[in-house]
């Protein structure tokens, strides 16, 4: 079972050498942790905002980056988050990670960002879903897909779904109490069907 308070950290980009490597650090601490790891102050950094610097272990230097500050709650996690774009070599992303941990952070489960982001309400399940779809399509059609359910597109067509259902329910409780003084509150000659889901 995973610790929601603590503060976690993890690749957010795939393994192996590249040009660039994003980790990502998330949680009350984030800011407090990724500092303590660069060599310029962003303490108080305004969220949205980008830096400069390198990542120090100690007083070795390990790599040139730019630093990101996101704050609560207007970040994926809707916590705190830095993201630290490096370079993509796997030895450099190996030490950036052992210096996050060093200083409060620890390893993310697998899906636990996206998994704070649902908690704290920055997405539903549906779009929670939709950001595995996004990450492993592999054609237009789904691609698209995905990126309409991330917009809340299937959310949409199941809220107003419910709130159908919950009108149907309510003018049918009207009518079992009701039902014995003539009044009526359904049209009767109405045939009730939901509207298609698309997608």
């Given at each position: 079972?995973?610790?929601?308070?603590?503060?976690?950290?993890?690749p957010?980009?795939?393994?192996?050498?590249?040009a660039?490597?994003v980790?990502?650090?998330s949680?009350?601490?984030?800011?407090?942790?990724?500092?303590?790891?660069?060599?310029?102050?962003?303490?108080?950094?305004?969220?949205?905002?980008?830096?400069?610097?390198?990542?120090?272990d100690?007083?070795?230097?390990?790599?040139?980056?730019?630093?990101?500050?996101?704050?609560?709650?207007?970040?994926?996690?809707?916590?705190?988050?830095v993201e630290?774009?490096?370079?993509g070599?796997?030895?450099?992303t190996?030490?950036?990670?052992?210096t996050l941990?060093?200083?409060?952070?620890?390893?993310a489960?697998?899906?636990?960002?996206?998994?704070?982001?649902?908690?704290?309400?920055?997405?539903d399940?549906?779009?929670?879903?939709?950001?595995?779809?996004?990450?492993?399509?592999?054609?237009?059609?789904?691609?698209?897909?995905a990126i309409?359910?991330?917009?809340?597109?299937?959310?949409?067509?199941?809220?107003?779904?419910?709130?159908?259902?919950?009108d149907?329910a309510a003018?049918?409780?009207?009518?079992?109490?009701?039902?014995?003084?003539?009044?009526?509150?359904?049209?009767?000659?109405?045939?009730?069907?939901p509207?298609?889901?698309?997608?």
């Amino acid at each position: 079972m995973q610790n929601l308070q603590d503060t976690i950290t993890a690749p957010a980009t795939p393994a192996g050498v590249s040009a660039l490597a994003v980790i990502r650090v998330s949680g009350h601490n984030a800011i407090k942790v990724a500092n303590a790891c660069f060599d310029k102050e962003i303490t108080n950094a305004e969220g949205y905002t980008l830096h400069y610097g390198h990542i120090i272990d100690q007083e070795v230097r390990i790599d040139e980056v730019l630093l990101s500050v996101f704050r609560n709650p207007q970040s994926y996690t809707g916590e705190d988050s830095v993201e630290i774009s490096g370079h993509g070599s796997p030895y450099i992303t190996k030490r950036i990670l052992e210096t996050l941990l060093k200083n409060g952070a620890r390893m993310a489960e697998p899906g636990e960002f996206t998994l704070r982001a649902f908690l704290n309400g920055k997405m539903d399940l549906a779009q929670a879903e939709a950001v595995a779809d996004m990450i492993h399509s592999n054609s237009e059609a789904g691609l698209q897909m995905a990126i309409n359910q991330m917009r809340g597109g299937f959310s949409n067509d199941i809220a107003a779904l419910r709130q159908e259902l919950i009108d149907f329910a309510a003018l049918i409780e009207l009518e079992n109490d009701f039902g014995e003084e003539d009044v009526e509150f359904a049209n009767r000659k109405k045939s009730w069907s939901p509207k298609p889901i698309e997608g």
